[in-house]
């Protein structure tokens, strides 16, 4: 199996601030990721899709880049609806997920 | 719009088998795949596997293969997971999710609301 890391775990930031998420593959999975933002008590919801494709009406702020072993999912300027947690998902093989990464506010 | 409905919640014993549904409405049914992704109380998300509706085919995580089937009904729009021999560490929640892709596993585009499995003795 493909294995996840996401980093970090948490991450505690301002609105306004650039924070970056970090996915780390066990092999080279191409630029087969996609990342979600979940809320509590409610479905994740996607945001990107191969490695760096927005989905449909997901703000210009959010944006994904990387391919082989290492992604990116970078907010540009934080709003108050951003504080969620967040997980990568690799679809080359099968599929697994990131452990996650929880944005907090400071 | 495309709407993915799941079963109400399901508390079930030990041993049990628990079948969910997720009805889909708003895009052409055959077109698509599903997988179904569950989470534990508090945890991370955790994929269980993926159909298929265009060719019923199926692909599932190891941890799952023997005790999980996915089926479909194009004739209701609707996807199906069913867990057999329950066990306590099964309490999650059930989403089922759309793929773009009828062919591959891929990405997840639109998720169900979710289904609460308790399993309790």
């Known amino acids: 199996d493909i294995h996840l890391t996401q980093s970090p775990s948490t991450l505690s930031a301002s609105v306004g601030d650039r924070v970056t998420i970090t996915c780390r593959a066990s092999?080279?999975?191409?630029?087969?990721v996609a990342w979600y933002q979940q809320k509590p008590g409610k479905a994740p919801k996607s945001l990107i899709s191969k490695a760096s494709t927005l989905e449909s009406g997901v703000p210009s702020r959010f944006s994904g880049s990387g391919s082989g072993t290492e992604f990116t999912l970078t907010i540009s300027s934080l709003q108050p609806d951003d504080f969620a947690t967040y997980y990568c998902q690799q679809y080359d093989s099968d599929s697994t997920f990131g452990q996650g990464t929880k944005l907090e506010i400071k | 719009q495309v709407q993915l409905v799941q079963s109400e919640a399901e508390v079930k014993k030990p041993g049990a088998s628990v079948r969910v549904s997720c009805k889909a409405s708003?895009?052409?049914?055959?077109?698509?795949?599903f997988s179904w992704v569950r989470q534990a109380p508090g945890q991370g998300l955790e994929w269980m596997g993926w159909i298929s509706v265009h060719n019923d085919d199926t692909k599932y995580s190891q941890k799952f293969q023997g005790r999980v089937t996915l089926t479909t009904d194009a004739s209701t729009s609707t996807a199906y997971m069913e867990l057999k021999s329950l066990r306590s560490d099964d309490t999650s929640m059930y989403y089922c999710?759309?793929?773009?892709?009828?062919?591959?596993?891929?990405?997840?585009?639109?998720w169900g609301q979710g289904t609460l499995v308790t399993v309790s003795s």
């Open positions: 999710a759309r793929t773009p892709s009828a062919i591959v596993a891929n990405n997840l585009d639109y």
């Open positions: 708003g895009f052409t049914f055959t077109s698509y795949g």
């Open positions: 092999q080279s999975i191409g630029i087969w």
